[in-house]
């Protein structure tokens, strides 16, 4: 069984900062790519922000220069520091991790999401 928790979301004046944290447990055997999306009320949930257990990133156009992703393997443990927000940048954002597990299983992982708000 794994499971991904969210934290640190909520609600923030634009210009602001906010920093999210996804830390995956259970039965890990190796993570691979992890990362962040979003998905705003309808629209299409999107990639924010990805990062290998090497450390390589990728970001979405929107947010280059503003949000900072980053990993620590040995606490499973991604954040992404979300920096002079936007009102677009409001969304559920969603944890994501491809994981193998004990049984040797790889499945991609879905965290339960949490709500950035961002007021003008």
Known sequence: QV??????GGLVQ???SLRLSCA?????????VMGWYRQAPGKQ???????????TTNYADSVKGRFTISRDNAKNTIYVQMNSLKPEDTAVYYCNANIVDYRR????????GTQVTVSS
């Open 3 to 8: 499971q991904l928790v969210e934290s640190g």
């Open 14 to 16: 634009a210009g602001g």
């Open 24 to 32: 995956a447990s259970g039965t890990i055997l190796r993570i691979d």
């Open 45 to 55: 949930r999107e990639l924010v922000a990805a990062i290998t257990s090497g450390g």
């Open 105 to 112: 299983t790889y499945e991609s992982y879905w965290g339960q």
